[in-house]
């Protein structure tokens, strides 16, 4: 199982751009996200946070558009029919990630949080891991269209980064409930801290479904 490699396209390459422009999103993403975060630690709510959050919204604004596109497409040209649901699914799935991606990014923005110098290098950790986890989503999706040995290996790869991300997570949640911080500023960590970490727990709900799709494609 998971040993085939062929791609799922035949003749309609228009499509498979157009998803492999999706995946790219995720990691643009990805990438913009770690960059706001280490812009907001030195500078807060700056004009350069400003702009890499409104990258972070055109991305997702961006990734909107192409989600609709690849819908339509796959509707009415009546393009691989056999497997549609599970494409529109799959689809649905990275916009969720790239959707958390910006939520997380304007909640920065618009809550403006203190992030005491004790916690920065484990937000730093979450939203590294988190980042790497998304990452490595679309490349196991995308390796969907393709190689099903890949998906298999960046599979593995996502759960570790989730598992991973979970251990940094609760030791930090802990860290701030645990210290002399008003009530308030513990909550607005603590769903902050919640937030990044969800962009993992939408990337590994990404792979359990792409996982099953990869095993009916082998059946």
């Not at 700056?46 to 972070?56: D, F, G, Q, T």
């Not at 809550?111 to 986890?133: G, T």
């Not at 995308?142 to 989730?162: I, N, P, Q, W």
Request: proline residues 2%; hydrophobic residues 40%; aromatic residues 10%.
């Amino acid at each position: 199982m998971f040993n085939v490699k062929i791609s799922l396209f035949s003749g309609t390459r228009e499509l498979e751009n157009k998803i492999d422009e999706m995946h790219d999103k995720v990691i643009e993403c990805s990438m913009y996200f770690k960059e706001a975060f280490e812009i907001y630690v030195k500078e807060k709510r700056s004009p350069n946070y400003r702009r890499a959050s409104k990258k972070i919204k055109d991305i997702e604004a961006q990734a909107d558009d192409l989600r609709r596109e690849i819908e339509s497409r796959l509707y009415a040209q009546n393009l691989i029919p056999d497997l549609r649901a599970d494409v529109l699914q799959m689809i649905e799935n990275i916009d969720k990630v790239i959707n958390e991606f910006d939520e997380v990014a304007h909640k920065f923005y618009i809550e403006q949080p203190d992030i005491p110098e004790f916690y920065q290098d484990d937000f730093r950790k979450l939203v590294r891991e988190v980042s790497e986890c998304a990452e490595n989503m679309a490349i196991c999706s995308r390796a969907f269209f393709r190689d099903f040995a890949t998906v298999r290996d960046y599979s593995r790869k996502v759960y570790f980064l989730e598992h991973e991300n979970d251990k940094t997570w609760a030791r930090l949640k802990q860290n701030v409930f645990d210290s002399k911080m008003e009530l308030a500023h513990k909550l607005q960590l603590n769903s902050l801290i919640g937030g990044v970490a969800d962009v993992a727990d939408k990337a590994e709900d990404c792979i359990d479904a792409v996982l099953i799709f990869t095993i009916k494609r082998d059946i």
